[in-house]
């Protein structure tokens, strides 16, 4: 029954509209990205570049698919999760919402079981975004801009990561990433289950992500105890992966923090889904 | 054998008793109305019995098995329409019954699908978007989709709201074929008394979140007193006459010439021969022993 619904809530998302709001936002932020660095790539590249050129010279392409694949998931990282909680934020309240999950619930499919299969979908739907923006970021950015070494400016200055080294990289990159969103989108379906419309639980997704980014930038002791454990301050781990050299143990502790984030979270709304009394 | 058996349920929103004590039970073939006024928990009780909504105390059996516990294995066996069906309006009706019959716990071909369709009279239209749906064709959806897993107990919660005419005839039409038709047993809950008196063979009426009274519909109609509409064209001697004659009836005035009388024993024969033979001018005697005049009995007290 888990694995029927889940293909039900698959089709679901696959025939809305705003599923593909997401999708289509993030092939055209990539797009501008890539036609502002054909535009304009070589001034952009020379003010990072400038400080170290009285030092260094530089041989070869520094502007290459893999340079702006960096940049592009740099930009974009922060912005994605918007688009994932439009559609993980409407799985449940969006039930609620249009009355459907009266149907739902009164079919012989169990309460954990209808929301484990929406959580499976928008697992996928999350994996495909991630898919997607590594895709469009680094193979869409390759056949444009040809490949090269990586530069990399980072608070212990400019690190150079060989090309032969670079795909790995970008894989536990990506990988680490979709663990991110995987948490924004188990967050924004954790809101689902308390709302009767799909606007509180992207907005909350979205102000819990602000309110925490705000807490881990401010310089404030007071916050440093908490720092560590908010899912923001890990949301960025896949950079670690362009260091050298590489941080296993931080990367570890980002990849158990987030992990814990999703369980926690995917075992908030199973609760309050079960207990929940469905009246609309 | 009671297919539905609900003991002492009862059903708290904070401090709010939505349903102090409802019990009743539903037989095999039956067609039970269940009824009650506004605000009486009759939803409740519904939501209840199809687990969207966990009782606060009481029981609930189905097919002699406990709901709580066996809930999934239940409901296999159950088919509902809470209020008004709602479906994924973004998809055609044949799609929204495939997602529902992917979960029903039985597994449903594309055929028995396109069989339901015809079934309620959809055909033709299968293919369209709920979205532009009216309302009577959703109803006609909702019924498909309580229908598709062939249940053994339907549950309809007010299926003609919001029903033109037509749409209430053909809703009650298709009730009364699955009664005769198919032997299901239905639990239906209506405003529209006098459909519940044309369908149901048995009833509960439920007020203020308790059981007022619970048996069969015409049993407890015959139990009820008596009355009758007459109309006479002499209302003068029609009044004197009921004053010296009948002090025991309450005689009211409906409209001019028409009256509406109570008795508490059936003294309709000795009554309108009377009436006749003192010279009132019956024109018209009409019984009035309906479910409506039960109801507001039983829920006024």
């Known amino acids: ?265 995917l075992g908030i709304t199973l609760f309050r889904f079960n207990k929940k009394d469905i009246t609309s | 054998m009671a297919l539905i058996e609900v003991s002492h349920l009862a059903k708290n929103f904070g401090s709010f008793h939505a349903v102090k004590d409802v019990s009743f039970h539903v037989n095999e073939g039956d067609v039970f109305g269940f009824l009650g006024p506004n605000g009486a928990g009759k939803s409740t009780t519904i939501r209840c019995l199809l687990s969207l909504i966990r009782p606060t105390d009481g029981e609930i059996k189905f097919f002699g098995k406990s709901l709580n516990q066996n809930r999934s294995e239940v409901l296999t066996r159950v088919g509902c329409i809470i209020e008004k069906p709602d479906f994924y309006k973004y998809l055609s009706a044949q799609r929204n019954l495939e997602i529902f019959a992917r979960i029903s716990g039985k597994d449903i071909t594309k055929r028995q699908i396109q069989e339901m369709i015809d079934f309620v009279g959809l055909n033709g239209r299968e293919g369209d978007k709920v979205s532009g749906f009216s309302h009577g064709m959703k109803q006609r959806l909702g019924i498909a989709q309580t229908l598709l897993h062939n249940p053994d107990v339907i549950i309809l919660d007010e299926p003609t709201t919001g029903l033109d005419p037509q749409g209430i005839i053909e809703v009650r039409n298709l009730i009364l074929r699955l009664r005769d038709e198919q032997k299901k047993t239905v639990l239906l809950s209506s405003h529209q008394l006098s459909e519940i008196e044309i369908i149901a063979n048995r009833m509960v009426i439920i007020n203020q979140g308790r059981t007022i009274v619970e048996g069969n519909v015409h049993e407890l109609l015959e139990k009820q007193s008596m009355n009758l509409e007459i109309s006479v064209a002499n209302p003068t001697v029609f009044e004197e006459t009921i004053q010296r004659e009948f002090s025991s009836l309450t005689a009211r005035l409906v409209y001019q010439g028409t009256y509406h009388i109570e008795m508490e024993e059936d003294i309709r024969q000795p009554l309108i021969q009377r009436l006749v033979e003192t010279g009132c001018g019956v024109k018209a005697v009409i019984p009035k022993r309906s479910l409506e005049d039960f109801f507001i009995k039983m829920t006024e007290k």
């Open chain 1, 1 to 265: 029954m888990l694995w029927k619904n889940t293909i039900n809530e698959l089709l679901k998302i696959a025939t809305k509209i705003r599923s593909y709001i997401g999708i289509g936002a993030l092939t055209l932020l990539i797009i501008i990205v890539l036609f502002a660095m054909i535009a304009d790539g070589k001034s952009y590249i020379g003010f990072v570049t400038a400080s170290f050129e009285q030092t260094l010279s530089f041989n070869g392409k520094i502007l290459n698919g893999n340079l702006i694949a960096f940049i592009i998931m740099q930009m974009l990282i922060v912005h994605v999760p918007l688009l994932i909680s439009l559609v993980t934020g409407d799985l449940l309240s969006g039930e609620e919402a249009a009355g459907t999950i009266r149907m739902l619930a009164t079919k012989p499919i169990s309460r954990t079981g209808i929301v484990l299969s929406k959580w499976i979908a928008a697992t996928i739907y999350t994996l495909i975004m991630t898919v997607w923006l590594g895709f469009l970021s680094l193979f869409v950015a390759k056949w444009m801009f040809g490949t090269g070494d990586l530069i990399v400016l980072n608070s212990n200055g400019l690190l150079i990561i060989p090309e032969a080294d670079l795909a790995w990289r970008f894989g536990l990159a990506l990988l680490i990433a979709f663990l991110a969103l995987w948490t924004v989108a188990t967050l924004s379906l954790a809101f689902s289950a308390f709302a009767k419309n799909s606007v509180g639980p992207i907005v909350s997704t979205m102000s819990v992500i602000i309110l925490f980014t705000i807490i881990g930038t401010l310089d404030v002791s007071v916050f440093d105890s908490i720092k560590p454990y908010m899912f923001t301050t890990h949301m960025a781990a896949w950079r670690s992966v362009f260091e050298d050299p590489y941080p296993t143990s931080a990367i570890w502790e980002s990849v158990l923090i987030l992990v814990a984030h999703i369980a926690v979270l």
